[in-house]
């Protein structure tokens, strides 16, 4: 997979992770909602607006490295990925009901 390099730094798009993790279309959105607050903007991942950066992101549209329906585009530094994936695990660890006692029997 052709990492984007933006800012020095190379990148993934939402659609690039939703691809490497066979996950389907919004996956990797939808997590990086639910954990953005505890991500670091610049570090973490780069938030590029549609009207500041709409070359790069057509540019990236027809190259097939994003979404063609992405209007504002997240890119997702080294770091920025392994976070959302333990605050992800975590996530999901809390949320699964505790395990049963063993039964008596």
Do not use: W
Request: hydrophobic letters at 35%; a negative charge.
């Amino acid at each position: 997979m052709q990492p984007i390099h933006y800012a020095d730094t190379d990148t993934l798009s939402l659609r690039q992770l939703d691809e490497l993790n066979h996950a389907p279309k919004g996956t990797a959105f939808r997590v990086f909602r639910r954990c953005e607050a505890q991500l670091e903007e610049g570090k973490d991942f780069f938030y590029l607006a549609a009207d500041v950066h709409k070359a790069l992101i057509d540019s990236l549209k027809v190259s097939g490295q994003i979404y063609a329906t992405t209007v504002n585009l997240v890119l997702l530094t080294q770091s920025g990925y392994q976070r959302l994936t333990e605050l992800s695990r975590a996530g999901q660890a809390s949320q699964s009901p505790p395990a049963a006692p063993p039964s008596a029997d």
